[in-house]
């Protein structure tokens, strides 16, 4: 695991904080209907997807670079880089090479989001 993903002292962008839900993705990029990504101050982002009526959840690490989200999960040996955006509407914008993925924010007003 690189030093830098999860790093509590790296700065993440308030904006991304919170749980945001899958609304569109080109099919070739994989995202199932449903997906939801959980960021949290702390480097720590909860993705979730829906399979067979069920949810797996994944703990990955994440941490911020100059328009990329750099993610990397702690029990395989296996780390992303995607450019990132805040879209319109409350959106999050992930640009893959085959198309964007884009998230919509939801709330959850006991954990201030």
Not at 9 to 31: C, M, N, Q, S, T
Not at 64 to 70: F, I, Q, V
Not at 101 to 112: I, N, T
Request: one cysteine or more; aromatic letters at 8%.
């Amino acid at each position: 695991m690189s030093d830098d993903v999860g790093n509590s002292r790296a700065r993440k962008p308030d904006w991304l904080l919170g749980r945001w839900r899958l609304v569109h993705a080109e099919p070739v990029i994989g995202f199932l209907p449903g997906t939801c990504m959980e960021f949290h101050s702390d480097g720590a982002l909860r993705y979730t997807i829906p399979l067979e009526g069920r949810e797996q959840v994944i703990t990955l690490l994440y941490r911020t670079d100059d328009g990329l989200l750099r993610t990397e999960n702690p029990l395989a040996p296996h780390a992303t880089a995607t450019p990132f955006r805040q879209g319109p509407g409350d959106t999050l914008v992930l640009d893959f090479p085959d198309g964007p993925a884009v998230l919509l924010r939801e709330q959850d007003v006991e954990r201030g989001w």
